[in-house]
């Protein structure tokens, strides 16, 4: 499959985004509340809390807050550490205060697992596991450590040990789940807008390419009568200027010059100024245009019909970005792990279209067979990759776009793998390379024709009107 760099998920940071102010202005409504229970634990509860040290506490997370917004600007965003280093500093905070306050016998408890959610929601995975073991350690510590809740007329409020054991583990718990939980489904998320970021800036680029093929064509067509009236006039004033061979010279220039640039506009634009081929190509043309980007990096490529196609026409399918770019990328995969041959199989009757592409590789791991199309997955070293290969890191985000574009279409692609022991895999190569069947991987493509072929069919003249809104 397709590979990237480096593990977006693991290596990219995701915090980047988030500015200081907002978790500034969070902390002082942490502040806010944290400060109203403890009004309330002392006039309303009468219970006699370490008021000193707890507002101690409060004023050190509101003496960052202040320090913070004095000295950084408004819009300042925050690394990766930086977020790191403020979600232990909001951890610390709240475990000490919940130390001075009753520990894990304080029903508050339970916002120590505000800080994990944050961070397997925001940073990344060594990150996430060193604020979910800070948040355990911490937890553990206030199963001993903490200071027990003692009313005004010194009754001590001890819940029974096995409630503040019960407690830990439903803490522990649930850090480790809520953690595990955010992290994947947030993981997929910024995985699934990463690649559908990449898949838009593909489409774009294989737009402007297919607009700038229209331009051509019109252009090619505009000046293609200018160039001929050239030709026209400098050959009758050739033939009247034989008293003056200079002339005739420059005038033989000028009908070369002519016709030459007649030439290069043709070759840019053959079909005029009705560029319905740059919109319109035959099945087999498309895909001819797929593979041609492939055809020289030293592997063999064959194009071949169905039996029975041959008898019927051939079907003719709009040539948009996202077909040709999709299908370029499926035979771009098939060409990096072949080893001599890349088949690709085309079929069609009434109603579908079929396009079947394999190659001689080893194929698709067996164990990513369900999840081949999704973007970033990981994959183990392959037991025939070459060399080359081996250097990949089987993101499979070209596999996800080519899969995005076409099912964007209508297609149905199903991955397959081909023959899988030596004895079947020596029959079906043997004989001619290109009446072979796929060893390796396949990719099954089944198009219903409506969804490819031009809504109407427009005649192909020479001086016919170019419309105005060209489609890529």
């Avoid at 913070?68 to 500093?89: C, I």
């Avoid at 293609?224 to 420059?250: M, N």
């Avoid at 996202?322 to 890349?342: F, K, S, W």
Wanted: charged share 20%; glycine share 8%; hydrophobic share 45%.
């Amino acid at each position: 499959m397709e590979r990237l760099p480096q593990n977006p998920i693991l290596d990219t940071p995701r915090f980047d985004w988030v500015r200081m102010r907002t978790l500034i202005w969070l902390r002082w409504l942490a502040l806010a509340g944290q400060g109203a229970a403890l009004l309330v634990a002392i006039t309303s509860l009468h219970l006699d809390i370490r008021l000193g040290l707890c507002l101690a506490v409060l004023a050190a997370a509101a003496g960052l807050n202040i320090a913070q917004m004095l000295l950084y600007p408004e819009n300042r965003r925050l690394t990766e550490r930086g977020a790191l280093l403020t979600l232990l500093f909001d951890l610390t905070q709240l475990t000490l205060l919940l130390a001075l306050t009753g520990g894990l016998a304080n029903p508050f408890a339970m916002l120590l697992l505000t800080p994990v959610v944050i961070a397997a929601t925001a940073l990344n995975l060594r990150a996430t596991v060193l604020i979910g073991l800070s948040a355990v350690l911490a937890i553990s510590g206030l199963v001993r450590y903490a200071m027990p809740l003692v009313m005004h007329d010194g009754t001590v409020l001890a819940p029974p040990m096995l409630f503040i054991y019960g407690e830990w583990a439903a803490l522990v718990i649930s850090t480790v789940f809520l953690a595990a939980y955010a992290y994947r489904v947030t993981g997929d998320s910024f995985s699934m807008a990463r690649a559908l970021a990449a898949t838009q800036m593909a489409l774009d680029r294989e737009q402007r390419l297919t607009a700038l093929g229209g331009v051509v064509a019109a252009t090619a067509h505009e000046l293609g009568t200018p160039l001929a009236t050239i030709k026209l006039v400098a050959s009758e004033l050739l033939e009247e200027s034989g008293d003056f061979p200079d002339l005739a010279d420059d005038l033989r220039l000028i009908n070369q010059q002519a016709e030459r640039c007649r030439t290069i506009m043709q070759s840019m634009g053959q079909t005029g100024k009705d560029d319905m081929l740059m919109r319109v190509a035959p099945l087999v043309a498309v895909i001819e245009e797929a593979a041609e980007p492939h055809r020289e990096r030293g592997k063999t490529i064959h194009i071949r019909l169905e039996p029975g196609c041959t008898l019927t026409a051939q079907p003719e399918i709009e040539r948009r970005p996202e077909i040709i770019h999709g299908l370029r990328n499926l035979v771009q995969n098939a060409v990096d792990y072949a080893y001599e041959n890349v088949w690709i199989d085309l079929g069609w009757n009434t109603g579908y279209l079929s396009i079947r592409i394999g190659d001689d590789g080893p194929g698709y791991p067996s164990e990513l067979i369900g999840r081949i199309g999704d973007p970033f997955v990981r994959k183990g070293k392959r037991e025939h990759a070459t060399r080359e290969q081996e250097h990949y890191q089987g993101m499979g985000l070209g596999l996800f776009i080519a899969k995005t574009f076409l099912e964007r279409c209508g297609a149905q692609l199903r991955f397959d793998n081909g023959t899988d022991s030596p004895a079947k895999a020596s029959k079906a190569l043997s004989g001619p390379a290109r009446d072979a069947e796929p060893t390796g991987a396949i990719v099954r493509i089944k198009w219903p024709r409506k969804f490819v072929e031009p809504p109407q069919r427009q005649s192909r003249t020479a001086l016919g009107e170019n419309p105005l809104n060209m489609q890529g």
